[in-house]
């Protein structure tokens, strides 16, 4: 277990890195591109092609899924807010579904819509807190939200569901939760959990959240799941995924609380080499222990690389195994929620 693998969510923010220093433009994407429904703004879902999943019914329930950065253009003139055709985007998106969202296909049906993303290569908006969420705040969010209109209204079929989410994908849940889910009540009622890795929840947004919840152990359901992965060598450093006030919950033991679950807990980080184009799993992977005043889980592993310091996440960084360290151990959580969701009726 020696050898180090970088996961394909690394390469993806590897290249943010590398073009930090190049121009962009200050054009948006928007209007009728291909796919956008016609006058309303956000993108058509009920064209089969802006699904990334839209799979046949085999599972009792559902997960909703939003993936992380997947555009990122360094050129000049690079829109900053992608079309939902753009072939980088989609091909990124389908890698990292791989890489994420099939963990949630053993207890789940899945379903994943693409969406026009910012284009985090463009260093106005890598660099500004503010312009990404004004940014992600528009076209991004008004397309997920027509993709849950359209889930709901044709797809969902009134089964349970978990929405499920990384990086920028999370911060436009956090925008889910608190209004769309706030919204629609008689759909919120109906979640199992939200898993929102890799982009802080924090105590002020569930105080400002009253509708929401923070797990507190493995089968409790109706509940906000989240954390940010770090080493020890994050402590004191910015990270600008993890926010003043964090709270995180350890993917190994599901403690809210610092009880270190070492790594014989690890049921298996599940990670793409990406020499073969194969994914490897390896059981006991990482230990866990949650910073409790930082509001991460800090690690030890030696299967895969923090992320270079350049790219912002600080220089002990997990932020690309917070699914792939914990992966098998997110599969059996989201079996084990689905079954507290709907307990087997006992005998008389």
Known sequence: MGKKILSQITVIMLICVLITGCGASQTTGGGDTSGTASGSGASDYSNDSNWLAKPDITKTADTFYIYPTAYTDPSEDAAQVCDIDNEQMRSQA??????????????????????????????????????????????????????????FENLNNGRPFFLASHSQGSQLMTYVLSEYMKEHQEYYER?????????????????????????????????????????????????????????????????????????????????RNDDTGEFEVFPEAADAQLNTE????VTHTDVLEPLDEALGFGPDSYHGGDYTLWYT???????????????APTSD
Request: aromatic share 10%.
């Open 294 to 297: 930082r509001g991460v889980v």
């Open 329 to 343: 151990n997110i599969q059996e959580n989201a079996v084990k929620r689905v079954k507290a969701w709907a307990p």
């Open 191 to 271: 979640m199992i959990a939200a898993y929102v890795l890799g982009y802080s929840i924090t105590d002020d947004y569930l105080d400002e959240n009253s509708h929401l919840k923070f797990a507190e152990k493995e089968d409790d359901t109706g509940v906000v799941i989240s954390w940010n992965t770090e080493g020890e060598g994050n402590a004191n450093a910015d990270n600008f995924v993890v926010l003043e006030g964090a709270i995180s919950i350890n993917p190994l033991n599901w403690s809210r609380d610092d009880t270190y679950a070492g790594k014989e807990e690890c049921l298996g980080a599940r990670i």
């Open 94 to 151: 389908d890698l990292t579904y791989d890489t994420q969202a099939s963990a949630y296909e053993k207890a789940t049906n899945v379903f994943a819509p693409y969406y026009r993303q910012i284009n985090m290569a463009d260093p106005d908006i890598s660099g500004s807190a503010e312009k990404r969420d004004e940014l992600l705040q528009a076209t991004p969010k008004s397309d997920i939200y027509a993709a849950l209109d359209y889930y």
